[in-house]
């Protein structure tokens, strides 16, 4: 019987891979106060989040086997995890930065905290390259070493360039709505979100357990990008139309000029006056301009198109998971677990 994994038996992990990776920088001889920062950057930046996609590889490891997982098959899953959210800490030092960001995860960004500012681009750097570090230490005789090394590889880049994709289409300063498509939005989606958070925990997966052939990874990505793909549409339409006290957080995405799901629908179907009013009240921090734009969109009744969509696309992807040839070792249950996580979820 597959077994869930909880965060603090996730986090139990933490603690050895850490300490692993001072180890290398002792081994270098880095001096003691540049040690103390490494580690306080090891303790910030990729510890206080939810850890959703690094349990899911373990999670996806039990799922594959059918079982609850030995120490030893838990550790090497938690491991690949924390590389997941090694990755992730990377992004996101980087991002608050591009962002001009304030807080994360409650605290100060680890930019803004006293003393950091720009050393952060060094840390985000150390972050990335802490993966290979502890892939070198705990997989390197592991059959498929170098597909995983290709494969942080990859799916870093890919996340990469849909950052600049991002970043060139909607710059917080400058509004243009002509650079808005669906086309770029879909673009941004997946590669920006989709492979890094839900590909990868799977890939990681089906790799420890040797099983990753090209019929297998093809099968789940054909799966989990889409899927990645309706989580960000869903976080659009919640950022919006979510109650601030289930989502925890107050939306922006109008204020800050994204280019999200729902501006996009909006440009598809307003008449020349609504475009008006999307072109002169988009993008900005005013409160007031924001409420237009939170009307415009009632009155086109985003929510029911996105409530529509929902329906559509949850459908194709059950379809999916139901036409999986599990004859080389892939379970539909993998996928069915990431969609029962976030089929019509309220935060």
């Known amino acids: 019987m597959a077994q869930k ?14 300490e692993a990776l001072l180890e290398q920088a002792r081994g270098y001889k880095l001096p003691a106060r540049e040690l103390e920062w490494y580690k306080k950057s090891l303790e910030t930046n990729p510890l206080g989040g939810k850890c959703n996609r690094g349990m899911s590889v373990p999670d996806s490891v039990s799922l594959l086997l059918g079982k609850s997982l030995s120490e030893e098959e838990y550790f090497q899953a938690a491991t690949l995890g924390w590389l997941t959210e090694l ?9 608050d930065i591009m962002d001009s960001s304030i807080t994360r995860r409650g605290q100060p960004c680890w930019y803004r905290q006293d003393g950091v500012g720009m ?11 802490a993966i290979y570090t502890l892939l070198k230490k705990y997989f390197r005789s592991h059959p498929r070493y170098v597909d995983l090394i290709e494969l942080f590889h990859e799916v870093t880049f890919q996340t990469e360039m849909g950052q600049l994709c991002d970043l060139l289409t909607a710059p917080e300063d400058v509004v243009n709505l002509d650079n808005f498509s669906l086309e770029k939005y879909s673009f941004i ?27 297998n990874l093809k099968q789940a990505e054909d799966i989990l990008i889409p899927l990645g793909e309706y989580f960000q549409v869903q976080d659009d339409y919640l950022d919006n139309f979510g109650l601030p006290e289930h989502i925890g957080k107050i939306g922006t995405d109008i204020m800050d000029n994204k280019c999200s799901w729902l501006v ?10 609504q475009r008006t009013i999307l072109e002169e009240n988009y993008g900005r921090k005013d409160k007031d301009k924001e409420a237009v734009i939170k009307k415009l969109y009632d ?10 969509y929902e329906e559509k696309v949850v459908g194709d992807i059950r379809a999916k998971i ?12 993998v996928f069915e677990a990431f969609l ?6 309220s935060k």
Do not use: C, H
Request: proline share 4%; net charge negative; charged share 25%.
């Open 5 to 18: 994994t909880t965060l603090k038996e996730f986090e139990s992990v933490w603690p050895k891979l850490e």
């Open 87 to 95: 990755l992730q800490a990377f992004f996101l030092v980087s991002d």
């Open 119 to 129: 050393i952060a681009i060094n840390d985000a750097f150390m972050l990335e390259a």
């Open 189 to 215: 989606v997946i590669y920006k979100t989709a492979y890094y958070s839900f590909y990868l925990p799977v890939a990681l997966a089906l790799y420890q357990l040797n099983i990753a052939t090209p019929k």
């Open 264 to 273: 996009n629908q909006a440009l598809k179907i307003v008449t020349p006056e």
């Open 299 to 308: 009155d086109l009744n985003l929510e029911q198109r996105y409530k529509d």
């Open 322 to 333: 139901a036409q999986i040839d599990e004859s080389e070792g892939l379970k539909k249950e």
């Open 340 to 345: 029962g996580k976030i089929y019509k979820r």
